[in-house]
């Protein structure tokens, strides 16, 4: 069964830090490229980051590269989001789904049309 939910959200000054977490289902974790997306306000959802079903391979926008930091934990069966230097624009909804895969890595696109859970708010504020 598909299942993903995002969790950790929070405040922080800019400059900050913050780690998201994306817990999944083993059907999920086994079968899907994952990745995160987040809605900043009044704005379309946005691509951030993706891993492989395999983990071995990830995928970032160029604007958190080397400031984000994508992983996996198979034993927890979760996702993770290491955000690091946040920024304000940086504030949004934060959603996890699973992603087109591709060669060498996943593409940060929505696998499905429609599937998205409630996502975890970040604020990113003085």
């Known amino acids: 069964q598909l299942q993903l939910v995002e969790s950790g959200g929070g405040v922080v000054q800019p400059g900050g830090s913050l780690t998201l977490s994306c817990a999944v289902s083993?059907?999920?974790?086994?079968?899907?490229?994952i990745g995160w997306f987040y809605q900043a306000p009044g704005k379309e959802r946005e691509g951030v980051s993706c891993?492989?079903?395999?983990?071995?391979?990830?995928n970032y926008v160029d604007s958190v590269k080397g400031r984000f930091t994508i992983s996996r934990d198979s034993a927890k069966m979760t996702i993770y989001l290491q955000m690091t230097s946040l920024k304000p624009e940086d504030t949004g909804v934060y959603y996890c789904?699973?992603?087109?895969?591709?060669?060498?890595?996943?593409?940060?696109?929505?696998?499905?049309?429609?599937?998205w859970g409630q996502g975890t708010q970040v604020t990113v504020s003085s």
């Open positions: 789904a699973p992603v087109i895969p591709g060669q060498p890595t996943c593409q940060i696109l929505p696998y499905f049309d429609n599937y």
């Open positions: 083993k059907f999920t974790l086994d079968k899907f490229a």
């Open positions: 891993i492989s079903a395999s983990g071995t391979a990830t």
